[in-house]
């Protein structure tokens, strides 16, 4: 399952976009909800202690696949609406790359420019980049 599909040709330049278009951070946390309300459940197997992202406060699960063409398939699914959104922009982000470009993307950079860091509770910032760890690590598994 294609990760574009699940976010309708959605990309991380269309997000940026819209983070300009939006005036207050209200708006943006509606759009950040709306993308992750397009992510699909991960299948029921996946979710286990194994593929849980230790460091959040609200339950995430992550996993990664290699496609036929080499290229790194990031799904992920959360029990809070934000933090599906926050998947949702880190799978713009890192999803359908080679593991090489994962490792060598610096996350933190493009999620400054979005402004998400700043603006999220302590708790909440410390999750995401327990997610952008995990990616990490996922991505430096063989």
Known sequence: MSLMNDLAGT?????METF???DDWEERYRYVIE????LPPLPEAA??????VRG??????MIMEQDGAGKMQIRADSD?????GLIAVLLLIFSGRSREKILATDAR???DQLGLAGH???MRTNGLFSMVQRIGELAAKD
């Open 109 to 111: 950079a493009i999620l």
């Open 20 to 22: 300009e278009l939006l």
């Open 35 to 38: 993308l992750g309300r397009k």
């Open 80 to 84: 809070a609406h934000i933090v599906k």
């Open 47 to 52: 979710y286990t202690e194994a593929n849980k």
């Open 56 to 61: 959040c406060s609200s339950q995430v699960w």
């Open 11 to 15: 990309s991380l330049a269309d997000v």
């Open 120 to 122: 999220l509770s302590p």
